[in-house]
């Protein structure tokens, strides 16, 4: 079986595709009600918060709970994913319930994007350097190394590489970094990506015959009008 967190499956709305299998477009439709529970549980809780808080019996539960909910999804059983995914926005109601009842705080008032990284580890940005140590404070679990200020930001955007990579976003506004295998030694050939299979164009020195000659196009009515003046 693949490994999949809870956050992995719950990703918010995603369009269907047409024709609609009718299995997703249910899938996809209560995953949307389960995202928006979570998204409000973390932004009011915080990321993995309370989950790190609770007894392992407690933790355990909720974990099984979610498994629940990614067999449903590979299973595509209707049904199974219904009860899973409610079960699940009950699991959240409960962390809740047991924060309130051991009066455990709501996050601060502290402009903060929580992200939860590939390792599922959670990555910070704060505005100041004040709103980190106040985060870190709150939220000591977090590692120093996942929270990032505004300005250190800044300072990391100000290195070559990376304002080299803004040209290209700027040239291109829907292009994206992604990462590349970290075993890789180079990068790898662009015929799968369709850019180095692509025939050059040779345009400096371009031998091709001329799509639309226009010495063989009759006046337009713009020229002919011009002339009679």
């Not at 590349?180 to 692509?198: M, R, S, Y």
């Not at 025939?199 to 001329?210: F, G, I, R, V």
Request: proline share 3%; net charge negative; glycine share 6%.
């Amino acid at each position: 079986m693949s490994k999949k967190r809870i956050g992995s499956v719950v990703r918010g709305l995603k369009q269907p595709d047409f024709p609609m299998n009718t299995f997703e477009v249910f899938m996809n439709s209560r995953l949307v009600e389960l995202s928006v529970v979570k998204r409000e549980h973390e932004k009011r809780w915080g990321i993995n918060r309370l989950i790190e808080l609770v007894d392992s019996e407690f933790r355990i539960k909720v974990w099984r709970q979610a498994e629940r909910v990614f067999e449903a999804s590979v299973s595509r059983d209707e049904v199974k994913l219904d009860r899973a995914v409610g079960g699940m926005i009950k699991a959240y109601g409960a962390l809740e319930s047991w924060a309130v009842e051991h009066g455990v705080s709501e996050m601060p008032d502290i402009t903060a994007v929580e992200h939860e990284m590939q390792d599922g580890s959670v990555m910070v940005v704060v505005g100041t350097h004040h709103d980190a140590t106040l985060y870190q404070q709150f939220r000591p679990e977090i590692a120093n190394r996942h929270i990032w200020t505004m300005e250190e930001l800044e300072l990391i955007m100000d290195s070559p590489v990376i304002k080299e990579t803004m040209k290209i976003k700027a040239l291109m506004p829907c292009a994206a970094l992604v990462r590349l295998d970290k075993d890789a030694k180079e990068f790898p050939l662009g015929g799968a990506t369709g850019f180095d299979d692509v025939k050059s164009d040779e345009l400096e020195a371009s031998s091709l015959p001329k799509v639309f000659d226009t010495s063989k196009m009759g006046k337009n009515r713009a020229n002919r009008a011009l002339e009679e003046i």
